[in-house]
């Protein structure tokens, strides 16, 4: 990608395809859809959290599940 591309595509001097937003989002870690849908100058604690758990190993994310539905059944 060329340098100031994303800036253009960020001021709409520039469109976009799927294949676009897969390379940025690669590069940024993240999922195209949050390169959409996702504020950066307001985070989300819950998109915060669900991109934490997809990055962790597997026993982690099952306690984590875990532990999230026995605070959703305590009220």
């Known amino acids: 990608m060329k340098q100031g591309t994303l800036s ?3 001021r709409g001097e ?3 395809n799927q294949d676009f937003l ?3 989002a690669l590069a940024y870690g993240c999922e195209p859809e949050d390169l959409l849908s996702v504020n950066p100058l307001k985070p989300d604690p ?3 959290v669900v991109s934490d758990l997809r990055k962790a190993p597997a026993d982690v994310r099952a306690r984590a599940i ?3 539905e026995a ?3 305590a009220g």
């Open 8 to 10: 253009k595509v960020e």
């Open 14 to 16: 520039l469109p976009y």
């Open 22 to 24: 897969e390379r940025v």
């Open 46 to 48: 819950l998109r915060l």
């Open 66 to 68: 875990n532990v999230l």
């Open 71 to 73: 605070l959703l059944k």
